[in-house]
């Protein structure tokens, strides 16, 4: 029952979830024992999740509740943020329950609903849970027809509320993401469908918007008449990993550019919101995406690229044909740089570059605000060489903060101009430090919140954006560059065609 004391939009008080189950499919790869195991942990230990609370696993394993506890144990410990404590780990201790089996399995599926129906009395969640899909996207309808078929995902049958959490990528173009989104709102109801990309999770994400609609300061100069363009880069120092199999029929554009990028974009290019309901701030995040235009040229304004060898932190790397389990001859990128319009009356004319990149020097994810030159400077040309254009940089990750660039006069007798900047550090303006994005984004789905979540509409609007691209660069070899190095030589012509160069980020 809430709290007749308690205004409903006073976010000041953290909410706690209802009494629920957390189904996880796919509890033993990767996302599962790094991330949300620990995330789940860390809730706990902020005291952010109910008594009566429960993580069911599933899988493929012969095992029993206790070997499940025992690998989340080992999970939490080794990567939660916050600071091991028994005393929390023991609360949640015996709220661990375990159903082995292959998606194809009936039986395994009429266990699952079976338990759930019996964590009701037993764990007292009332019917509620949401089902977290830590697996491949391909397996998606094969899980969603087996949880229609149980009844699983009715919210009437289970006497509580039922969801889901789809990992992106929501399908792999414009028509299998429509076939997935009719799949999935079949089963389950538009409003109990979470779109997770983890970034939105992110606090300096979030503080996007903050920083825009809280400050008189940057909304009067956010828009064409100051701003000459935006680069927005998300820079990765290691290669594929373990995840040849995904990404070499994904590669970067389908796995970055069409979710983290086009929405840090929508964000930074939005306009305000009437309040912050996810209703009001998704409908302004669709306007900005429908509006993006691609160049006419795409010949010389989209760039693939594929890394090859090279020295990454001073450590010598195979290139990407190298890799394990990577075809020989594979034409998959793993750079993507593009440049973008949107043709609203706020930004006509101002290109958004938009690029990622795996194996570059460092780990980077910046949104940079590149503003127009002093139409006029006073001072002599050889004062003011090296001054360039002043940046508002939003730094997404690592060392999230934001820095500001701005022109000012070097010490001495003469009137020499250089640019310096500003830094705002999350880590040391304040004394709490930021959760990790899938906590914020686990409790939101427990607690039915979907202001960080794309909506289907978002996620159409997005692969209308990225299948003309795919469709120009089909049959096309990308550039190659060194791993190490800021990515194909062509991405830097990219800009230079129009009289600019990429921060260094």
């Known amino acids: 029952m809430p709290n007749p004391l308690r205004d409903p939009q006073d976010r000041r008080l953290p909410r706690i979830p209802e009494p629920c189950a957390l189904v996880i499919f796919g509890v033993t790869g990767d996302l599962a024992r790094k991330k949300l195991i620990p995330a789940v942990y860390d809730l706990a230990n902020r005291g952010l999740l109910p008594a009566a609370f429960v993580i ?50 009936n039986d395994a599926f009429d266990t699952l609903t079976s338990t759930l129906d019996d964590l009701r009395a037993s764990h007292a969640i009332q019917g509620n849970a949401a089902f977290y899909f830590s697996i491949p996207p391909g397996a998606f309808p094969l899980v969603l027809k087996q949880l229609e078929r149980t009844g699983a995902a009715d919210n009437t049958v289970s006497g509580g509320w039922r969801r889901v959490v789809v990992e992106k990528p929501f399908g792999n173009d414009l028509d299998s993401a429509r076939e997935l989104d009719d799949l999935v709102d079949d089963v389950f109801t ?36 100051y701003v000459d363009s935006v680069q927005i880069t998300m820079a990765e120092d290691v290669g594929i990993g373990s995840r040849a199999g995904f990404y070499d029929t994904a590669g970067a554009a389908r796995d970055v550019l069409q979710n983290h990028l086009l929405q840090l974009l929508a964000l930074t290019a939005m306009e305000e919101p009437v309040g912050y309901s996810p209703d009001e701030i998704r409908t302004e995040k669709l306007k900005v995406l429908r509006a ?55 930004w006509a004319g101002v290109p958004f570059y938009v690029r990622t990149g795996k194996r570059l020097p460092r780990r980077v994810t910046e949104i940079a605000v590149m503003f127009k030159k002093a139409p006029h400077l006073p001072f002599h040309a050889y004062d003011t060489e090296t001054l360039g254009h002043n940046q508002l940089v939003i730094r997404v990750q690592p060392d999230e903060g934001v820095t500001v660039k701005f022109g000012s006069k070097v010490p001495g007798t003469g009137m020499e101009l250089r640019d310096i900047s500003m830094d705002f550090l999350y880590g040391e303006a304040f004394t709490e430090s930021s959760p990790e994005a899938y906590e914020r984004l686990i409790r939101d789905v427990l607690i039915g919140d979907k202001t960080l979540f794309p909506d289907a509409a978002e996620v159409e609007a997005s692969w209308a954006v990225i299948d003309p691209l795919e469709a120009f660069w089909a049959g096309r070899k990308p550039h190659p560059y060194a791993a190490g190095s800021w990515g194909p030589a062509a991405a830097d012509e990219m800009l230079s065609r129009d009289g600019r160069t990429w921060r260094r980020a």
């Not at 939490?76 to 089996?101: Q, S, Y």
């Not at 609609?213 to 064409?224: K, L, T």
């Open 56 to 105: 069911l696993g599933f899988a493929r394993r012969d095992w029993g509740d206790g070997d499940f506890e025992d690998l989340a144990r080992e999970a939490a410990k080794k990567h939660a943020r916050t600071p091991w404590r028994e005393e929390v780990w023991t609360r949640l201790a015996g709220n661990f329950k375990f159903v082995g089996g292959s998606f194809d399995d």
């Open 190 to 225: 538009g409003e109990d469908v979470y779109r997770i990309d983890h970034y939105l999770g992110k606090e300096t994400v979030q503080n996007i918007l903050a920083l825009r609609f809280a400050n008189a300061m940057f909304e009067p100069v956010w828009n064409s008449n």
């Open 292 to 346: 993006i235009t691609l160049p006419g040229d795409l010949e010389n304004n989209a760039v693939r690229g594929q890394y090859a060898e090279g020295w990454v932190a001073g450590e010598k790397v195979d290139g990407y044909l190298s890799e394990e389990n990577i075809p020989a001859g594979s034409t998959t990128e793993t750079y993507a740089a593009v440049k973008l319009g949107i043709q609203n009356r706020r």
